[in-house]
Every structure is written in structure tokens, then in C-alpha cells.
């Protein structure tokens, strides 16, 4: 899914800071009404503060009150508490990066923006996650390393009734043509939205289960990679509902069914060098790349609290539906949760790059990203080297661990992970945690049928 040119993007750290102003620019061809300010929270539900577009100079600088308890909010919108985090006191503001402002195709008259949380006194929120996701570039940045970084989108787009009862648009044949010919004016729409919103689509497919289709992008840096897999995953809602569509990103839509991901592909680099391709390690990884592997191998099962981190999630990780709950790795193996991916002969030292594939949309993307640059760059510290390749299906091989099979398990390898703690920080750490033991008391007594329905509804 990597593109073939390895150049750092245009832009940086958020430019919604007091002096900032509006890009000339910045309007659409149709005039901009109003601008929806977005985060996506701890449950890794997207949302937003809107304001009249007139207001933007006046927000970039100042922002737009922001209440601390939206950190311990859960996926159905009932509020927990942390330690640290909490209750009714307190206020933020949430200030829009202009840099990364862009007009919405599907909803015409808006704009959408990303926004960073900063105190009442200007300086940024030790829980604000995008903050954190460009905290840890920048220490990647420190060792001289960039990341580059891409999500693959799947969802599954269909009509619900009255009652509720949702019915894919379509069924077989799975990556089939009559796929695309029931959807096609849908797809058609989307691409011409995403161009216009400068997102760079690779590709667009039908995809394995009923009513399932995957789009992939363009790698860019890693805070800019978690900004455009949310513009894509509301542009591709918006678009869908011009069609009379309603579409899903939940993991599981139905037990047993093959559910959706949203795989994480990355590649460090160094002085233009990707680290993945051209080097003495296994499977052509230089040294650097292949600790940098390891260490997100190592702290995996934490990472799955981070990265596939609700109920419905562990209903889509199930062996042989490609999900990757093996905490292996291997060349093409998707299988496998870490997966090498070279590209194709002649391109391999710009496409080379791994895939993390058992994380999905109920995640928050800054924090995926974030976190798996803390642990890559902690395997480069301790000098890690990957343990021995899988090269097939790992449940027929010997000493193959499972990752976390239960929130519960990975949440406790959340907890003992020194390497996330330390890098999450005591306020964002303590937030996160106090949702994942919020959600797990929440979802206990459910029946597989009922989380995959509500998680379909609300992701």
C-alpha cells in the first residue's frame, strides 16, 4: 500500500497556535459555511465541536472550550473516571491545526479540521492524544529516524430498516466485479471526494465479507496518517449516505463472519534510507529496522489494548481470518500479527514496510501510532533482533503464542508495559486505562450477537 515516493509531506507541528491565520487558500470552490473541529476520544469514537467558518481566524488562535471529561468517555457515551481524569471540573481549548484543514466534498458548505487540546494557560494537554502521536515522532526524530505511516480503511456499507435490522449491499462473489457494479456511483463519489480533499487513494476494492470494501492511501507522517484515516472513514459515512447507505467500521458485524480491520503499515527511515529493504538482516532488513520490529513485536500485547481495544474486537481475532492474532512475524504472511511486506522488485527500497494486522476502526489512530513508535524505538534502545520467521500458518507451528484473548488480558498487558506507560505519560495513561476497565465492566454479561450489533451501530 506504500507509495513510491519517500519524501516527508509538507507541513509539521500544528499550526493552530496564537498569531496563526487562515490559508488564503483554505476555502472550497463552493463557499465554507461552517468547520467541524474533530478528535476521536479514548473509546475511539470520532467528535467534534463546529463553528461558523467567519469564526476560524478568531478559534485558530484562541480555540474553543474543551471539558477534561471527555477523556473517560465511553463508546455508548456513559462517562467513567481515572485517577487523574475526571468529573465536572476544569476546562481546555481545542484548537484547530489549519495546516491540515480541508473542505468536505460530501458535505458541501463545511470544512473539517483536526484539533489539538492545550490549557487555559496555552500549554498542550498532557492527555491530548495528538499531541502524544506527534510527541513521539518528534523523539523518532531525536534519533534521527522519520516514520512513515498508512491505514488501510474496511467497512461495510448497507441499509437498516426501522427497527434497526441492517442488510449489506451485496454478497457474493467476494472481491468480485458485481460487487463494484452494485456500488459503483457510490465508489465513483468517494474517490472524486477524497481527491478533492488532496487524499492520495491507492486503492479502492470489494473486499472478503457481504457488503465489504476497503480503500488504502498514501503513507504520510505519522500524525498525518492518523488525520487522513479519519477524514476517510467520515467521507466515506457522508458519501454513503448521499446513496442512502449506512456504513460500518465495527470489527465484527456478526459473529463468526470475517469482520473489519484497519491494518497499520509502517516504515522507519533514516538519512532516505528505508529501514525495511537493502540491509543484512532477515529478509533484507537492516539491522535498525529489524529492532525496530522487535520492539513492536514485544510489546504487542499491550498494543492490542491500544490498537483493538474493545470487545467486538476480539470477536473479529479469531485464527484463519487473517487478523493476525499470532504474535509472530513473517514475510508476506497474513497470518501472522506483524506481517513483512517488500513490494515488488525494483521498488522495494521506497514500498518495503510492515503491517500490524489485528488492529481495527475501534481504536483511537493517534494513539495506535504513537504507541507503536514508543515501542519500535524501544527495541532499537535495547538492541532487540526478531525471534525466528513463521513462515506459514501459525497454529500449525510449534511455540506460536496467541495474543490477548480477552480485553481483560490485554489491559493487563497494558498495565505492566513500562515501555507505553513511560512514553503515554501519567494523564493519558491513566485515562486510557480508565476506559479500557470501564468498557470491560460494560460489556460483561453480553452476548457476542449484542456486542457485534452495537459496536456496528456505533463505529
Known amino acids: 500500500m506504500f507509495a513510491s515516493d519517500p519524501s516527508e509531506p509538507a507541513g509539521g507541528p500544528a499550526s493552530g497556535l496564537p498569531g496563526a491565520s487562515v490559508p488564503a487558500d483554505a476555502a472550497a470552490p463552493d463557499p465554507i459555511d461552517a468547520v467541524a473541529l474533530g478528535w476521536v476520544d479514548n473509546a475511539g469514537i470520532t467528535r467534534v465541536k463546529t463553528i461558523p467558518y467567519a469564526r476560524l481566524d478568531a478559534v485558530a488562535t484562541h480555540g474553543v472550550g474543551f471539558s477534561p471529561v471527555f477523556d473517560v468517555f465511553l463508546a455508548d457515551d456513559s462517562i467513567t473516571a481515572g485517577k487523574l481524569v475526571g468529573g465536572p471540573t476544569g476546562d481546555l481549548r481545542l484548537i484547530p491545526d489549519l495546516a491540515a484543514l480541508r473542505p468536505l466534498a460530501a458535505q458541501p458548505g ?81 474517490i472524486r471526494a477524497l481527491a478533492a480533499q488532496d487524499v492520495s487513494v491507492l486503492q479502492v476494492h470489494p473486499e472478503y465479507a457481504a457488503g465489504q470494501l476497503e480503500v488504502s492511501v498514501a503513507p504520510e ?54 529501514l525495511c529493504h537493502g540491509g543484512e538482516g532477515p529478509q533484507g532488513l537492516t539491522r535498525e529496522g529489524e529492532a525496530f520490529l522487535a520492539g513492536v513485536l514485544r510489546e504487542l500485547p499491550a498494543l492490542l489494548a491500544i490498537g483493538a481495544p474493545s470487545a467486538a474486537s476480539h470477536l473479529r481475532l479469531v485464527p484463519a481470518q487473517w487478523a493476525g492474532v499470532y504474535r509472530c512475524w513473517g514475510l508476506e504472511n497474513r497470518e501472522a500479527a506483524l506481517r513483512l511486506v517488500t513490494g515488488m522488485a525494483g521498488e522495494r527500497q521506497h514500498t518495503a514496510n510492515a503491517e500490524l494486522k489485528c488492529f481495527d476502526a475501534t481504536a483511537n489512530p493517534y494513539l495506535v501510532v504513537g504507541t507503536v513508535i514508543a515501542a519500535g524505538l524501544a527495541g532499537i534502545e535495547d538492541g532487540l533482533r ?60 453480553m452476548t457476542p450477537s449484542e456486542i457485534a450489533g452495537e459496536a456496528r451501530r456505533l463505529y
Open 221 to 274: 507522517d505519522p500524525v498525518g496518517a492518523a488525520d487522513t484515516t479519519v477524514l476517510v472513514r467520515e467521507t466515506i459515512r457522508a458519501v454513503a449516505a448521499r446513496h442512502g447507505h449506512t456504513v460500518t467500521f465495527a470489527p465484527c458485524v456478526l459473529p463468526g463472519e470475517v469482520g473489519n480491520g484497519a491494518h497499520l503499515h509502517f516504515s522507519p527511515w533514516r538519512d532516505g534510507m528505508n
Open 110 to 190: 463545511w470544512a473539517w479540521a483536526p484539533g489539538d487540546r492545550y490549557t487555559q494557560d496555552g500549554v498542550p494537554y498532557a492527555g491530548c492524544q495528538r499531541t502524544f502521536a506527534r510527541r513521539m515522532a518528534a523523539r523518532a526524530g531525536l534519533r534521527g529516524l522519520s516514520l512513515r505511516m498508512g491505514f488501510e480503511v474496511e467497512w461495510i456499507t448497507g441499509t437498516e430498516d426501522a427497527a434497526g435490522r441492517f442488510a449489506p449491499a451485496f454478497h457474493k462473489a467476494a472481491y468480485g466485479m458485481t460487487r463494484v457494479v452494485r456500488v459503483s456511483g457510490q465508489l465513483r463519489e468517494l
Open 386 to 445: 526478531l525471534p525466528v520467521e513463521v513462515p506459514g500458518d501459525p497454529s500449525a507451528a510449534d511455540g506460536v503464542p496467541r495474543l490477548p484473548e480477552s480485553p481483560a488480558a490485554a489491559l493487563a498487558a497494558l498495565e505492566a508495559s513500562a515501555v507505553l506507560r513511560e512514553a503515554l505519560g501519567e494523564t493519558l495513561f491513566d485515562a486510557v486505562t480508565a476506559v479500557r476497565r470501564a468498557e470491560i465492566v460494560r460489556s460483561t454479561g
